[in-house]
Every structure is written in structure tokens, then in C-alpha cells.
């Protein structure tokens, strides 16, 4: 049997980290949900810019909305990417019903110049639920500081959240508490609970590269403990993550929602595709394999696991203390986990802003190529 297959077995769901035209006007995502499993899709700024800025699928749409001018960029870029996350979402859609709206999922982002402001994010999160007009999209929304309470009123209101650029236990933490809150206020209000789906990102391989850097950067007898440590840290982190994750969605807070239908907020391992040669490709994958998660994955990562891939249930359980110990030695080396993750957040809006803005360059060549006018932006 095909190891991702295995995966939804076991209780992880497989969602593919990529979308892009054809995938979905090519039959290509059909088949894969079909032969495949795969469960769910994810989308971010990265994705579309390579898909709209990097290839000829989207000629004909660009030459129709950018010939005439009236459209600026920013207009021309969400026409596109909202036709293709409802095209996603109505493929996904037997999915979403087969799996009584635990699968199925679609993700699309908020802009992600708007990460540090609570406001505009809810206000843009709603919009882009209303426009695309699909039960089974999930918002995505940033991990950070003012994030948490966007996730709170968003969780609120009955919009669906993928809370995007976890690195750190305790922001995991604090957006359990802004989707449990967010599903008591949506709950007093008279909302059905059990139509409200959630996953918390977190991300893997950015977390190992960094740390083994600077594991890289030891002298002495400091060298020899760290190298025991390289390619060790996020997968233990995100065990214990796990940890947390079955603590939290326990007790009498969360028996009272569960009675009223409400899922957990399920783990999603994000940056799966391994950055070190040195790994296996499917590295991050065959060792956090775990009840009610989700593992999002490049189609290069997607592709290894179905080929060569390990299903054995339960990893993300496994020799917990072991997990432990690997945490608790980075600071005895000098190396601050909490920074190195306030970093990665940080880096990551950058590095997502930086795409959205390569993403709204790339409409304007080929708005330039394809000889169409400039509308002026609103």
C-alpha cells in the first residue's frame, strides 16, 4: 500500500504544500486524492509567485485581465489566486464531506504586510472568506503577537484558521487559547462549533538549519556534544509540541466544547522538504507521524514519502525523554532556542512579504510582456 495512504490510516492527514493551474485543470490533484490520499492543500506568497510569475499557465487569464488596464496588479494577482482556491476547494470537496469537515481544507493567506496589525487582519481574513465563498477554505493567519487575537475574533465569528509561522512552544500555546476562547465566544453567540475547523503551524526544517549552524560554530569539547545534536532539534521540539497538544485539548474546558461538537485544533508539521542534502528527504515526515495531525508537504517531500516513505504509527510519541534531552542541551552550549524561534518569525513575515512583493512584480512583467496598460492602484 502506498505509504500515504498508510499516513490517513494512522491518523495524520497528507496535505500538499503547493498549487498551482494545471494541477487542478489537468485532473492532477483529482488523481492524487483518488490514488494517493491526500487529504488537504496549503497555499502561501512563495507558491504563487513561482506559479503566476515563473510559468506559462496563467498567459491566457493575465492577457485577458491585463489587457484592458482596469485592474491594477494587486487586483490581477487575487483574481487569479482566488479562482484557483475555489477550483482547489470544489475538488476537495468530497473530501470535506467524506471526512465530516475534518478534511478537505484549502488554505489561502492574508497579505503578509498586514502580520503585525490585529485589526486589518481580521477585516482582510473576513473579506477573503466571504469572497471565495467555500466551506472547506481555511484563512491563514500569522503566528504572531498581534495575530493571536485576529485568530481569536476570526475562530469567533466561524471562519476557519490555519495560524501560519509557529516556531516556538509557548506562541503554540497561546493560539490554543485564542482558538479555545475564540470557540466559547462563537458558541455563546449560537454558532455551531462543529462546523469550525483549525490546524497550528509549525515549522520544522527553518528551525534545524539555523541551530545547526550554530552547533556548526562550537569549539572545542562543546563541538563533539552539539554534533550529536545536528538535525535532532526540531523534531524533538515539535514532540514535545505534541505533548502539549494532547494536555490542552483535555479537561473539563475542552470536554464542555467537545460536547457541543467542537474539534481539536489539529498540529500541522509545515517546512517539511529537507534543507540538508545529508537527510533523508523524507526526514521530517517519518518521525512525527501522529493521531490528529497533519503533515503539509512539498511535492518533491510528497512524492519521496510515496515512494520510500515509513508509515509506522505513532512516531511523534516516541521516546519522549529523549526529546527532552535535546532541548535541555542547547542552552548548557550557549544557544537560546527562544531567540533563534523569535528570529524565525520574524524572518518568516519578512521572507513572505518579500514574495508578495516578487509575486506583484512578476504580474507587472507580464503586464509589460504581454503589452497590457497600467491601472492605477486604489
Not at 449560537?190 to 509549525?202: E, H, L, T
Not at 526529546?323 to 523569535?342: F, N, R, V, Y
Request: glycine letters at 10%; one cysteine or more.
Amino acid at each position: 500500500m502506498n505509504p500515504l495512504i498508510q499516513l490517513s490510516e494512522l491518523g495524520q492527514s497528507p496535505w500538499l504544500d503547493d498549487l498551482h493551474r494545471d494541477l487542478i485543470r489537468k485532473g492532477e490533484l483529482k488523481r492524487m486524492i483518488d490514488q494517493e490520499g491526500l487529504r488537504g492543500m496549503t497555499s502561501n506568497p512563495s507558491i504563487f509567485e513561482k506559479a503566476i510569475g515563473e510559468t506559462d499557465e496563467y498567459k491566457d487569464d493575465l492577457q485577458k485581465l491585463l489587457g484592458d488596464g482596469k485592474l491594477d496588479d494587486m487586483a490581477v494577482y487575487e483574481t487569479l489566486a482566488i479562482e484557483d482556491i475555489q477550483g482547489a476547494c470544489d475538488v476537495f470537496r468530497p473530501v470535506y464531506d467524506k471526512t465530516g469537515k475534518q478534511d478537505g481544507f484549502v488554505s489561502l493567506e492574508v497579505p503578509p504586510a498586514l502580520a503585525m496589525e490585529t485589526q486589518k487582519t481580521i477585516d482582510e481574513a473576513k473579506r477573503l472568506w466571504k469572497v471565495v465563498n467555500r466551506e472547506n477554505l481555511m484563512v491563514k493567519v500569522p503566528g504572531t503577537a498581534p495575530g493571536v487575537p485576529a485568530t481569536k475574533a476570526l475562530i469567533g465569528q466561524g471562519i476557519n484558521i490555519n495560524v501560519t509561522l509557529l516556531f516556538s512552544i509557548g506562541a503554540y500555546e497561546d493560539v490554543v487559547e485564542a482558538y479555545i476562547s475564540g470557540l466559547e465566544d462563537f458558541a455563546k453567540a449560537g454558532g455551531d462549533v462543529s462546523r469550525v475547523a483549525s490546524v497550528a503551524s509549525f515549522f520544522l526544517s527553518r528551525i534545524d538549519t539555523v541551530v545547526d549552524k550554530q552547533l556548526g560554530e562550537l569549539s572545542g569539547a562543546q563541538k563533539d556534544e552539539g554534533a550529536k545534536l545536528k538535525g535532532k532539534v526540531a523534531i524533538a521540539w515539535a514532540k514535545l509540541a505534541y505533548q502539549r497538544w494532547i494536555e490542552l485539548f483535555s479537561g473539563p474546558r475542552w470536554d464542555a466544547l467537545a460536547a457541543k461538537g467542537a474539534k481539536p485544533q489539529r498540529l500541522l508539521w509545515a517546512s517539511t522538504g529537507t534543507k540538508d542534502p545529508a537527510l533523508p528527504p523524507t526526514y521530517y515526515v517519518d518521525a512525527l507521524i501522529g493521531k490528529q495531525t497533519v503533515n503539509t508537504m512539498p511535492t518533491a517531500t510528497m512524492k519521496a514519502f510515496g515512494q520510500s516513505g515509513t508509515a509506522k504509527a505513532d512516531t511523534v510519541e516516541s521516546d519522549i525523554a529523549g526529546a527532552k534531552a535535546t532541548i535541555e542541551a542547547l542552552p548548557k552550549l550557549g544557544i537560546s532556542l527562544q531567540k533563534i524561534t523569535d528570529d524565525l518569525v520574524e524572518d518568516g513575515v519578512k521572507k513572505f512579504i518579500d514574495s508578495f512583493d516578487k509575486l506583484l512584480g512578476g504580474v507587472a512583467k507580464k503586464r509589460k510582456e504581454l503589452g497590457g496598460t497600467r491601472a492605477a492602484a486604489e
